[in-house]
């Protein structure tokens, strides 16, 4: 599912316009991008969980070469599904 398919889903569920739905489709994202921004950790229960992690620097390979190269530490974002996710996924609800 892209985005137009995503504002026409949840225009429809939420009975709005492709409009209203849009914004609060963009909105949404603006939240989680600043949120992510300042490490803060965004549940929503039963559904997902984002948070920030920092992933140490460590070695890796280039898989073209084979040669060993150091790869940065960095902050990265985790998404952890939540349970009625997990049950969506497996046809049980």
């Not at 969980?49 to 150091?70: C, F, I, K």
């Amino acid at each position: 599912m892209n985005r137009t398919e995503l504002v026409a889903a949840v225009a429809e569920r939420a009975g709005l316009s492709k409009e209203d739905a849009n914004r609060a489709i963009t909105a949404l994202d603006d939240v989680l991008q600043d949120a992510a921004r300042g490490g803060q950790k965004v549940q929503i229960p039963g559904l997902l969980t984002l948070e920030v992690v920092d992933r140490a620097a460590r070695s890796g390979r280039n898989p073209r070469t084979g040669e060993t190269m150091e790869i940065a530490a960095k902050r990265a974002v985790r998404l952890t599904p939540g349970a009625a996710l997990k049950r969506a996924a497996n046809g049980e609800d």
